[in-house]
């Protein structure tokens, strides 16, 4: 949404960009209580940031898995988040809200600078900002500058920025034959090519200012490097069928401001679209069993305005607002099951409910198509206010946002499949089974927020702070070749006389849909902010309702669905310092959550990250230390990840108009596992990349 420092964070110094639980912001034009984590676009320069991943632990609590493609970039924050569907971190470009979390995982484009809201900002940003909420900040240029850059992987990323005026723009093509290698072909399973284009507009005069911006992007990938487990380590990576993601992805946003004489009011408006198609052998492995083919279209607009009095109150900072969006995708997932696929998940499951007299069930063909196709609409409308009031060194902040969403998902499945009972049957038999129906739901959330924040002495501060956020609920598209699997061999089995009792767990549409996750945050933090010294520390404890968790179905199933697990507790604490003296700079953030019980899979307990760096005229030198983990993968909390840490280093010569830097990560060769999964029945992890380096060059040509 719309968070502005007054001070741009481009000119931030490294000390500066922790700030204070203080941030003066543009929506709500008061103080902000909270942690706040913020990098400048130096920051982001010396760190080598060009996509959200490389974020994680950077921010504390922060951890975004490298595992995949770009359609599964999962995001957990203080341990809370799922990998599907909706996420726990809301995103914001420029103060638009990116809607579709397959849209995430993207390249930046010359920014400003980064800052991270921490915990429930449901009260300002509504749904999804259930942990966070990432603002991303694009700067204007002038001039003309191009870079290039070489890596590991054949990795080549070039980039152009320029601009003059009112006008500004960037263009960047990234290019990778990935790092893992399939066994069964002998191609590398994870290449990339990509581009990405950004284009920025502004107007400002006394009373109003206009602007735009424009994001667009093409890619294309490889990946899902999955390989078996054993028990003991995991095996390479080997699969038949095709495994890719193709993305097109467009924002168009537009803003306005009016300074009127008694009020002042914003109007944002944007339009998003994502177009995208996903392949993947569902198996993963060198067995023709059955594979996936997803596609979207989908368009979404989003609508907000605004309040504030133009007036400056000395006690009172009053903000009023609402939002509003509307989204359809048109959703094609046709699953096509294979010969291995058709004798192990259909003949052999058959033929053991059928008595040898009455013969043996074949299927005469190779492969059929359990196709399903959907068209889910969603929509949002909310009314929110907050005001800040201040007294002396006392700070009070209380606010509330009344949201309403709603969907509806229409389905409209189809499978049919030719079968012969062998040997009194001389003819095969179709039999066919269609599944259409749709179904809705709506909630209302109520998102209150009441912060407290004292000022003290010395350039201390201390707050307590109460909020609630929410994470939207939805419906499992992806259990639906599950459905219409049981759906079909009941079908054959009723025409045979025979009774096969399925797992109710997936035998209806009903099944599919799972509520929103709310999630209530008590913080207690205090913060200091010296000449080269800021640091932040907050204690929470977080209580969660109708949690979100992604389950595997029992049984030989090849799907996966969201479901509400009642409710769960998690407390930690986060922290983070920046110092600056001189030439040395120095970062350290650290966070650490534990559930009361077992913990939810794939949120890690720790994330840590510290960096130390010094700069001569012309030459930096840089090292930094990541950590992430212990990890748990299964609900039972058996199987586990202990702590993984990776060291990265980078040195960076500037001379007039032109930089050369060598930058490396994983630079001891650590292997850990990065992502866990069942496919029927049998376990798969993916692994981290291998050592990194990158050599690369930035050069002012204007």
């Known amino acids: 949404m719309l968070i502005e420092v007054l001070i741009s964070a481009s000119l931030l110094s490294p000390a500066d960009t922790l700030a204070p639980a203080i941030a003066v912001a543009n929506k709500e034009d008061r103080a902000v209580t909270g942690m706040v984590s913020g990098l400048s676009s130096k920051d982001l320069q010396r760190q080598g940031i060009n996509n959200p991943k490389e974020l994680a632990t950077i921010i504390p609590g ?74 991303v900040r694009t700067a204007h240029a002038d001039g003309l500058t191009a870079g290039l850059e070489y890596g590991s992987g054949h990795h080549v990323r070039a980039r152009l920025t320029g601009g003059s005026g009112q006008h500004s723009w960037s263009a960047a093509y990234r290019h990778g034959s990935g790092f893992f290698r399939n066994e069964f072909n002998g191609k590398m399973c994870d ?62 946003g537009f803003k306005v401001r009016k300074k009127a004489k008694d009020i002042t009011w914003d109007l944002l408006t944007s339009l998003q ?9 569902q198996d993963y492995t060198p067995a023709s069993v059955f594979t996936l083919e997803q596609s979207q279209r989908s368009a979404a607009q989003t609508v907000e305005f605004i309040v504030r009095p133009t007036r400056k109150y000395k006690h009172w900072k009053p903000v009023t607002g609402f939002f509003g969006f509307f989204k359809a995708n048109r959703m094609l997932a046709p699953v096509l099951f294979k010969e291995d696929g058709i004798q192990s998940l259909i003949l052999d499951n058959a033929n053991a409910y059928i008595p040898a007299e009455i013969g043996r069930l074949t299927i005469p063909v190779s492969g059929f198509t359990a196709d399903s196709r ?27 946002r009344i949201d309403y969403e709603g969907a509806w998902m229409g389905y409209d499945c189809l499978t049919e499949i030719p079968y012969r009972m062998v040997p009194y049957m001389s003819e095969a038999r179709t039999c066919q089974d269609t599944y259409t129906g749709a179904l809705a739901h709506g909630a209302f959330q109520l998102l209150p927020k009441l912060a407290v924040q004292y000022n003290g002495p010395g350039n201390w501060h201390f707050n307590a702070l109460l909020s609630k956020g929410y994470r939207a609920g939805g419906f499992n598209t992806q259990i639906f070749s599950d459905i219409l699997q049981n759906r079909l061999m009941n079908g054959l089995m009723a025409d045979l006389g025979v009774y096969l009792d399925r797992p109710a767990i997936s035998a209806v549409a009903g099944n599919t849909e799972y509520q929103p996750e709310e ?35 029992p049984g030989l199933t090849t799907g996966r669905m969201m479901t509400n697990a009642g409710k769960s507790q998690i407390y930690g604490a986060e922290a983070q310092a920046a110092y600056r003296k001189g030439g040395f700079t120095g970062r350290a953030s650290w966070s650490w959550n534990r559930y009361i019980g077992r913990r939810i899979p794939y949120s890690p307990e720790h994330t840590l990250f510290a960096s130390a760096g010094y700069s001569w005229e012309k030459l930096a030198l840089e090292a930094h230390l990541r950590g992430i983990g212990p990890i748990y993968w299964d609900e039972e909390n058996t199987l ?18 032109l930089q050369i830097y060598l930058q490396g990560e ?11 999964f069942k496919s029927m029945g049998k376990e798969f992890f993916q692994l981290s990349k291998p050592v990194i380096v990158k050599i690369g060059l930035q050069i002012s040509l204007i």
């Open 191 to 252: 290449p990339y090519d990509g581009g990405q284009f950004q284009w920025r507009w502004e107007k400002r005069r006394q009373d109003y200012s206009l602007s735009n911006l424009l994001l667009a992007g093409l890619s294309h990938e490889g990946g899902f490097a999955y390989g078996a487990w054993d028990g003991k380590q995991v095996q390479a990576v080997n699969y038949n069928d095709e495994a890719s993601y193709s993305r097109i992805t467009v924002l168009e």
């Open 640 to 657: 586990r990840e202990p702590l993984a840490l990776t060291l990265g280093a980078r040195v960076q010569y500037s001379w007039k108009r």
């Open 374 to 400: 959907f068209t889910i609409l969603s929509w949002n409308a909310a009314l929110y206010h907050e005001s800040a009031f201040t007294w002396g060194r006392w700070q009070l902040t209380a606010g509330l």
């Open 273 to 281: 679209i994502l177009a995208d198609r996903m392949r993947m052998d």
């Open 666 to 676: 994983n630079l001891t060769g650590r292997r850990y596992r990065t992502f866990y």
């Open 519 to 553: 999630l209530w945050n008590w913080e207690l933090g205090l913060g200091y902010k010296g000449k080269h010294l800021t640091a932040q520390f907050t204690a929470f404890y977080d209580y969660a309702l109708n949690q979100q968790l992604t389950v595997f179905p």
């Open 62 to 135: 922060l951890y975004i898995p490298d595992y995949g493609a770009s359609l599964t970039s999962t995001i957990y924050v203080r341990g809370m988040g799922s990998r599907m569907e909706n996420p726990v971190m809301g995103l914001s470009i420029d103060d638009f809200p990116i809607l579709d979390k397959n849209s995430y995982d993207l390249d930046y484009l010359n920014l400003s600078g980064v800052r991270f809201l921490h915990g429930p900002q449901g009260t300002s940003f509504g749904r999804n900002a259930l942990s966070g909420v990432l603002s």
